[in-house]
C-alpha cells in the first residue's frame, strides 16, 4: 500500500484544515487507516483510526473528525479549532492486521504515507 497525504498548511488558531490521504490497492476497505502527528523534539503521537469504529486521541476528542471513502481509496482527518498545540507533521498510516489495543503505538502500523505539515499561528 502506497499513501499520499495532502491538505496540510498554515492557518490561525481556531481555524481549520482537512487532510487527505489517498492509497493505493484494491482492498483498501481491509484496512484500518489512520492519522499520526509528529511535533518537533516529540515523538509520534496516535491522533485518530478508523475502519468501521473510529477512535481518537483524548486531546483531539470533539476537534477532529475522521472519516473514510472507500470508493476513493482515501481517509480524511478534518480538524476544527485548531490550536497552536496541534503544529506538527502528520502521517498517514494503514495496517490489514493491527490489533485494536495497538492502535496507539506507531510500531505496529505497515504503512506510512510521507507526511504533511500543519502549522497553526496564536
Known amino acids: 500500500v502506497q499513501l499520499q497525504a495532502s491538505g496540510g498548511g498554515l492557518v490561525q488558531a481556531g481555524g481549520s484544515l482537512r487532510l487527505s490521504c489517498s492509497a493505493s490497492?484494491?482492498?483498501?476497505?481491509?484496512?484500518?487507516m489512520g492519522w499520526f502527528r509528529q511535533a518537533p523534539g516529540k515523538e509520534r503521537e496516535f491522533v485518530a483510526s478508523?475502519?468501521?469504529?473510529?477512535r481518537y486521541a483524548d486531546s483531539v476528542k470533539g476537534r477532529f473528525t475522521i472519516s473514510r471513502d472507500n470508493a476513493a481509496n482515501t481517509v480524511y482527518l478534518q480538524m476544527n479549532s485548531l490550536k497552536p498545540e496541534d503544529t506538527a507533521v502528520y502521517y498517514c498510516?494503514?495496517?490489514?492486521?493491527?490489533?485494536?489495543?495497538?492502535?496507539?503505538?506507531?510500531?505496529?502500523?505497515?504503512?506510512w504515507g510521507q507526511g504533511t505539515l500543519v502549522t497553526v499561528s496564536s
Open positions: 490497492g484494491r482492498t483498501f476497505s481491509n484496512y484500518v
Open positions: 498510516v494503514a495496517d490489514a492486521a493491527i490489533i485494536y489495543s495497538s492502535y496507539g503505538d506507531p510500531r505496529h502500523w505497515d504503512y
Open positions: 478508523i475502519r468501521r469504529n473510529t
